[in-house]
């Protein structure tokens, strides 16, 4: 009888401690734990099982507190800028109207920056919300008219783009899907060499609809590919262009990729660059009967100026991006 009551004290005591914990822990004092002892049984199990939970709500608020500073950072640089130009321009007793005009103009290109940001901000809030939209597109037209709005730009920079382009329909929130292969097209083809080149492909793979991006461009060290998809981090001036990148756009494609439950997979390249594979979920409605006869994959190749050399190297050091 005492053995029994001995035992049930030590139980109870143990559940005390997590109901205890349970009602203390906030947001303030994720960090504590409850490290429970004794013997490894179901309460043990518990425990630990709580343990984990909050290193989860942790490492989250972490990561939710330090992107509202990254975030309030970014968007004071332009804030200041704009002020800066404004009261130099109205210091100056010698200002010209061609001089007023130029500090005008510089005003609304950091006043465009930050317009650029906060939408780019807006984007990525509505990705990690989600999405209840289950419609049907084709990844491929999609794919197609992303590449057909990028060709100025192509042009500009003088980059090669060799597309492979197969029908692939899938689900989801088609201008959120937009957008996902917008940033990925950017990305690739600000982040590249001169005359490099952008191969992209779609098709279907084990049934699942998938798109690939590569690119040629710097090299990226394998051990920092999962940063990439941080938001407003970048790998360097050699990477990034502060004047034109915010830092947000493979975070955008991660929060857009999450919320419709595709995998991104990505490679980097031992000669440069990235090859980024998204890979939708199999699509709940059937493909309609005029994609399923259109087996022949469009291949074709798009060079503006100077064709690049062919593709050498193969991938390397695979990194999957982590789930969001």
Same mark, same amino acid.
């Given at each position: 009888?005492?053995?029994?009551? $001995?035992? &049930?004290g *030590?139980?109870?005591?143990?559940? =005390? %401690?997590? #109901? ?6 906030? +947001? ?14 179901e309460l ?16 989250a ?16 640089t332009?804030l200041a ?22 500090a ?42 992303? $590449?057909? &709005?990028? *060709?100025?730009?192509?042009?500009? =920079? %003088?980059? #090669? ?6 029908? +692939? ?9 937009e ?6 097209l950017d ?16 098709g279907?793979?084990d ?11 710097p ?6 590919v ?12 050699a990477?990034a ?8 756009g493979?975070?955008?494609v991660?929060?857009?990729?999450t919320?419709?439950?595709?995998t991104?997979t ?9 090859t ?11 493909p309609?009967?005029?994609a ?16 690049g050399?062919?593709e ?13």
């Open positions: 009888m005492a053995l029994g009551w $001995i035992v &049930a *030590r139980i109870l005591s143990r559940l =005390r %401690t997590i #109901t205890a914990a349970a009602r203390d822990i906030s +947001a303030t004092n994720l960090h504590r734990r409850l490290a429970l002892d004794g013997p490894g049984d043990k199990e518990l425990g630990d099982t709580f343990d984990d939970l909050l290193d989860r709500l942790d490492a608020f972490r990561a939710q507190r330090q992107f509202v500073a990254n975030a309030s950072h970014e968007l004071r332009p800028r704009q002020r800066a130009l404004g009261q130099v321009a109205l210091c100056d007793p010698d200002a010209t109207v061609g001089s007023l005009r130029a005008h103009e510089r005003i609304l290109i950091a006043g465009a920056q930050q317009e650029r940001l906060i939408e780019a901000l807006l984007t990525l809030t509505r990705g990690y919300a989600g999405h209840d939209v289950h419609r049907p597109f084709d990844l491929a037209q999609l794919t197609h008219e992303v $590449i057909e &709005a990028h *060709r100025p730009e192509i042009g500009h =920079r %003088t980059v #090669t783009i060799q597309t492979s382009i197969s029908p +692939a329909l899938a689900t989801g929130h088609r201008p959120l899907a957008r996902l292969v917008t940033n990925l990305n690739a083809i600000r982040h590249n060499t001169p005359h490099g080149r952008v191969k992209i492909t779609t279907i793979v049934g699942h609809p998938v798109l690939t991006v590569t690119n040629t461009g090299v990226v060290p394998p051990n920092a999962e940063q990439l998809f941080q938001p407003f981090q970048r790998l360097g001036t990477r262009d502060r004047g034109e990148g915010l830092g947000l493979l975070s955008i991660q929060a857009i990729a919320a419709h439950a595709a991104i990505t490679s980097a390249r031992c000669e440069g660059g990235l980024i594979a998204v890979t939708f979920p199999i699509p709940r409605l059937a309609p009967l005029s399923q006869a259109r087996t022949t994959p469009l291949v074709s190749s798009f060079t503006p100026r100077t064709k050399q062919p050498s190297g193969a991938d390397s050091a695979r990194v999957s991006a982590p789930p969001g």
